[in-house]
């Protein structure tokens, strides 16, 4: 029944072999396809994010730099124009007829929305705009400030009031003027017109021979100016659309309202006067930190950058804005992932393929493996037949099975020899056991006798010098009795009397009467005991006559004399108490050591020994919960090392 069981397990495999290869390639397939497509879309997004933000974070230096550049060529035609011998001239001598002609042609040229010549004390000597309006004062513009104090050129951002605007005319009066948009997430505004104007300054002093006549100051209004930022965007966007709409976008905040921008609403209209989130207000306008991330603008999802801009004192005044249209970022996301897609699921394909091939490759010889395994399983040991055409790898296969049919026959062999060893010594083990209890009937009597007179004759002879003799004799004849008690105990088993002890006290007790014993005359006995040793429980008889067992067998092993030392630690690591008895003897070779311990083993001549001490010593220790272990070189000693746990 079992060998019918057996060809058709072999049967079941050969047909279900195959479909358990295809079956976990294919499983492999789909799982590392799945992995790929996870980390490989996971790897886009975080690209395109990453590369999204270096794109906003490239474009907000750029436009920074872009307005530096443009207060930096304003400011230099400035400082030329106020070096010319024309505008010194009628500025010292206060011909405002003809400055006034050279100033609106300086405006025109140069694209200022506001040209002046100022006093030296801050007066307005002629405007461009307006050549009527003169004789005010703008000495508390910070830029004429700066250099009524310090005689040098300047220019930057700055923000005037309505009332300073209005001088200038009611066409820029007007421009200025923006309505404030309520917008979802900004500040709370209490207002609902802007009046003041952000604009860009440059200002320059006018000197003749070293003697400050007057101040060139020149301006362009930011407000409602579409051509600073749609040439922001043209310059650093192009002209890129998606669906119609700009993919970058740029705007010139005045405090947290937009002045000018190119971001539209859903009507299509500039978005000026709408409001920037309260989260980026604090951060860059308040904290002047640029300010990176993902926004809703308006009307549509932007990667936006934010910087602030700030006068001539550092005070803040405003923010440069960049946009990029979120949909351009997702646009390529998709595209890239739809293209990964197909190359996966192109490989997923070939790699299916491939799996059925290999798969047909490589269970053909399995197959000639699984028909000689059937061959086996009914008894005929005989070497695989594989065809010539089959590769190395199959060979190789062949002589490792035939190896191992070689191998499981020896198995077999080995294991009837070790029953056969086993069931002999499970009888002698027996014979033991009723050899223990005819020596325990036989020799129990005289013991009995001995012990008796003993015990009568130290009660007569007490106080004599033979009480101490005969002391020794009634604890050796009841020593006897535990040895005779331990054959028995050896084939039955036995619970141990533990008792706290000192073991140092029951090494010295067995030492004692070892040294006065005939083997020990010519041997020198070293004891290293520790004296903070921790007492242990054990059978104190038992632990003794282990100590005499494994002293008397070194003696043995030096017939000529030697040293035997005992030695005694605490491995507080382990709580366990370390006893060492090492001999200098003859030492027991590598092949007897791995059977000291088996019962009736012995190296001793006949009549020497029986070949139970060291298998009692290591039924004693197991039952304490100990370890004994030993190490032996021929000719140099052997040495027995005992642990025992403290309770």
Known sequence: MKLKKMLERVVALKSSLRFKLAFGLLVIVFLMGAL?????????????????????????????????????KRAKIVEYLSRTSEIVNATAAGNREYLYEKLVQIKDEFGFDIVNVVKPDGTILVRANNFEAYGDSVAHYKYIQWV?????????????????????????????????????????????????????????????????????????????????????????????????????TTTIFLDDIRVATNVTDASGKRAVGTMVSEEVYRQ????????????????????????????????????????????????????????????????????????????????????????????????????????????????????????????????????????????????????????????????????????????????????????????????????????????????????????????????????????KHVNFQNIKIIKNLDPSLPEVKVDADEF???INNLAVNAADAMPNGGQLTISTSFDPSTNKVIIRVADTGVGISEENLKRIFEPFFTTKEKGKGTGLGLAMTYGVIKRHNGTIDVKSKVGEGTEFIIRLPVE
């Not at 790897?43 to 907000?60: G, K, P």
């Not at 309505?179 to 009046?195: C, D, F, G, H, M």
């Not at 003041?196 to 301006?219: C, D, E, H, M």
């Not at 028909?371 to 086996?376: D, L, N, P, V």
């Open 36 to 72: 790929s497509i996870y980390l490989g879309i996971s790897s886009i997004n975080r690209n395109v994010i990453r590369e999204a933000y270096d794109n906003v974070r490239n474009s907000l230096r750029a436009i920074n730099d872009l307005y530096r550049e443009e207060i930096n």
């Open 284 to 515: 860059v306008f308040e904290n002047g930190q640029d300010w990176l991330g993902r926004a809703f603008v308006v009307n549509d999802w932007y990667l936006s950058g934010y910087t602030r801009l700030t006068d001539i004192e550092g005070a803040p005044v405003g923010m440069l804005y960049v946009g990029i249209l979120e949909e351009k970022f997702d646009s390529i996301l998709r595209r890239t992932t739809v293209s990964y897609f197909l190359v996966i699921f192109l490989m997923t394909v070939i790699s299916l393929y491939m799996a059925t091939y290999l798969v047909n490759l490589y269970t053909r010889p399995i197959n000639q493996v699984i028909k000689a395994s059937a061959e086996i399983a009914r008894g005929n040991y005989h070497q695989l037949e594989i065809s010539p055409d089959e590769s190395e790898e199959i060979k190789e296969l062949e002589e490792y099975f035939n190896a191992m049919v070689k191998a499981i026959e020896e198995r077999d062999n080995r294991l009837k020899e070790l029953a056969e060893k086993t069931i002999l010594r499970s009888e002698k083990l027996a014979s033991v056991g009723r050899l223990a209890s005819g020596i325990a009937h036989e020799i129990n009597n005289p013991l009995t006798g001995i012990l008796t007179y003993s015990s009568l004759l130290l009660e007569e002879l007490k106080g004599t010098p033979y009480e101490e003799d005969l002391k020794t004799i009634k604890e050796e004849t009841l020593r006897c009795r535990k040895i005779v008690r331990g054959l028995l105990d050896f084939a039955r088993d036995y619970k141990p009397e533990k008792v706290s002890a000192n073991l140092n006290v029951l090494i010295e007790e067995v030492l004692q009467l070892l040294e």
């Open 148 to 248: 009524m104090k310090n005689w040098k050129p300047a220019a930057g951002t700055g923000i005037l009031g309505y009332e300073n605007i209005k001088n200038e005319g009611p066409d820029l009066a007007e421009k200025t003027l923006i309505s404030i948009v309520p917008t979802p997430r900004a500040r709370a505004q209490r207002r609902e017109l802007e009046e003041r104007a952000l604009v860009l300054k440059t200002v320059s002093p006018i000197f003749q021979r070293n003697r400050l006549v007057g101040i060139l100051y020149a301006a362009v209004l930011l407000n409602n100016n579409d051509r600073f930022v749609d040439r922001f965007k043209k310059l650093i966007f192009k002209e890129e659309k998606i669906k119609g709409k700009d993919v970058g």
């Open 544 to 546: 003794r006559s282990v």
